[in-house]
C-alpha cells in the first residue's frame, strides 16, 4: 500500500493487561531511505575559492565582522597531494562522528578540479577533523560523466558506523531565478571567504535513514530509523528516531518518534498489534522487538463513536463532505488497484445495484494515480462510488493496509472497523 500511515505510539509502562510475547524478532535494516524531507531537501553544499591554508570556520558564516575578530581562523596543517590540479576550491561536511574540542560539527572538505569542465572531480575530506589532509586515505572523485556520487563518513569512534551523503551537480540552463537568489545569499554572507559560481556547488542530501522490511504470513511493514544528529550512531536516545510505516511507501519525517532513553519503553502499533522495541544496533544495522499479547491498543478508531469529520473528492472532480451521508448505514471502503480483488468488485457491484437505496457507499482508492483511477472508472464500466483518499483521511481511519473496509449506522457511528463488502452484503441478505 502506498502512502500508509504510521502508528507510533511511546508509553513509559505497559498495560497490566499486556503480556509480552516469547519470540523476540529481528529485522536487519540495509537500506538507505529517503523520507520525504530529504527527498524535497534543495540544501546546498557552497564552494569557496582556496587562497590560503587559513580557513574561516563554517560556525561564522553569516556572523557579523566584529564577532569573527574573536575566533581564530582554522590552520590546514598539511595538505594532501594534489599535483595536476587546479582551481582548488573547499566546502564544509556536516558530519557529527567527528568532533573534537577544535573544531565541532563540520569537516574541512578541499575539492580539485572544483570547475566544470572534463576534468575528474576530487574531494579531500578532512574525516578525523585534525586539519591534516595526509592521513585522511585517498579522495572521493566525481567524473564529468557523473551527476552524482556517495560521501562516506565513518564514525571516528565506531568504525562500523558510517554517515552517508549523496551530492549532486547543480544542472546547467534550469532555475535561473533561484540559482540567483542562492548566488546573492551566499556572496552576502560569505565574509572574507570567495564564493565561487553556483553551477560549481553541490545539492546535499543526508542519508542518515536505514530501512528494512519485516514480513509474515499475516502482515508486513517497513521499520526504520534516523540519526538526527549526523554522526553515524543509529540509537542515541533523546536524540535519533523511530518509525514503522507501509512497505514501499515515502517515509514521513512528522511519523517519526524520539527514542526513550530505555529503548524498551518504545512501543508501536500495527494493524492492531502492539510491539514494544528491544534494541537498535549502533551502528542501525538491525532493529529487534517483540509482540505484546492481548494488547490495550490505544491507536484504533473506537466501534460506537461517531467517525471524525473530512472531506473527500469523488471521481467527477467534487468534494464531498461526510456529514451528507447520513440517514442510511454508510459502508467506506479503502481500495488501490494492485489489492482489488475479483471477489470485492464483484460485491461492490451487487451492493450498489441492490441495496443503494439502503446503503450508502463511499468506496476511497488510496494511492493510485488519480488519472489511471479514472481510466479504470470508464473502461471497467464501475457504477459503484469511486472517490479519492488523502494521506490526511487515511491517518484519520489509523489505515495500514488494504483493502479494508468500514461500516456505520445511520448516524455516521462506527459499528464495525474492519469488513469487507462480502461480508456487508451477506450483512444487507439478512
Known sequence: MRNNILLLTLALCASFA???????????????????????????????????????????FGIDEKEK????????KQLPKMEGMRDTGYTYIYFSGANNEVNQGYCLTLIGNFKRSRSTVYFFVDRNNNFDFSDDGPPDSLTYMQEDFILKLTN????AAQHHIKLSRIKYG???????????HFKKHSGNKVFV????????QRLNTLGGVFRSEADSFTIAVK???????????CMDKFYVGGVGEQ??????????????????????????LKSIDPTGSEVTFEEINNPVLAKQLEVGKRLPEFSFINIENQKEDLKKY??????????????????DTMYLRKLHKLYHDQLHIITLNYGDNQRNVRKFHYYDQIKWPVAFASYQIGKLFYLESLNRGFLTNKKLKLANDDISPKEVFLLMEE
Not at 69 to 76: A, C, F, G, R, T
Open 197 to 204: 559560481n553556483i553551477n560549481y556547488c553541490y545539492r546535499e
Open 251 to 276: 517515509i514521513h519525517t512528522e511519523e517519526m518518534a524520539l527514542i526513550l532513553p530505555e529503548i524498551r519503553d518504545v512501543y508501536f502499533e500495527w494493524n492492531k498489534k502492539r510491539y514494544r
Open 174 to 184: 534550469k532555475n535561473y531565478a533561484y540559482k540567483k537568489l542562492l548566488t546573492k
Open 326 to 343: 447520513k440517514k442510511k448505514p454508510t459502508f467506506i471502503f479503502f481500495w488501490d488497484e494492485a489489492t482489488l480483488s475479483d471477489e
Open 69 to 76: 575578530e574573536s575566533q581564530p581562523p582554522l590552520v590546514i
Open 227 to 237: 540519526d538526527m544528529n549526523n554522526d553515524g550512531i543509529f540509537n542515541e536516545s
Open 18 to 60: 499486556q503480556g509480552f510475547g516469547q519470540t523476540e524478532i529481528t529485522v536487519t535494516l540495509t537500506d538507505r531511505m529517503q523520507d520525504d524531507k530529504i527527498a524535497k531537501s534543495l540544501a546546498i553544499l557552497p564552494v569557496y575559492k582556496y587562497e590560503s591554508p587559513n580557513i574561516e570556520p563554517f560556525t561564522l
Open 156 to 159: 571516528q569512534a565506531n568504525s
